[in-house]
């Protein structure tokens, strides 16, 4: 039996900037990062509260800086004042 290969990351990394985004994507994996980031803050096993924070900080990053991410807003908003491009 022969299992099937599994991708590298660099493969995982350009299908996804290649492939299409949908309207409002940034911002539901924004919400998601932030309300793992809550949930797992509630934990009482240090197991539970490390990997909630490590996947959520994960997410929020993923949502600022994806192929369709917050950074490429930022950039029309008044608090912009020549930081980001």
Do not use: C
């Amino acid at each position: 039996m022969k299992l099937p290969s599994i991708p590298s990351f660099k493969e995982i990394k350009d299908y996804d900037q290649n492939r299409p985004g949908f309207a409002g994507e940034h911002w539901l994996v924004l919400g998601a990062g932030l309300a793992l980031l809550l949930a797992s803050r509630r934990s009482p096993s240090f197991l539970v509260r490390t990997a909630g924070s490590v996947v959520g900080s994960a997410l929020v990053v993923r949502a600022a800086s994806g192929s369709e991410g917050l950074s490429k807003i930022v950039r029309y908003l008044p608090i912009n004042q020549g930081g980001l491009r």
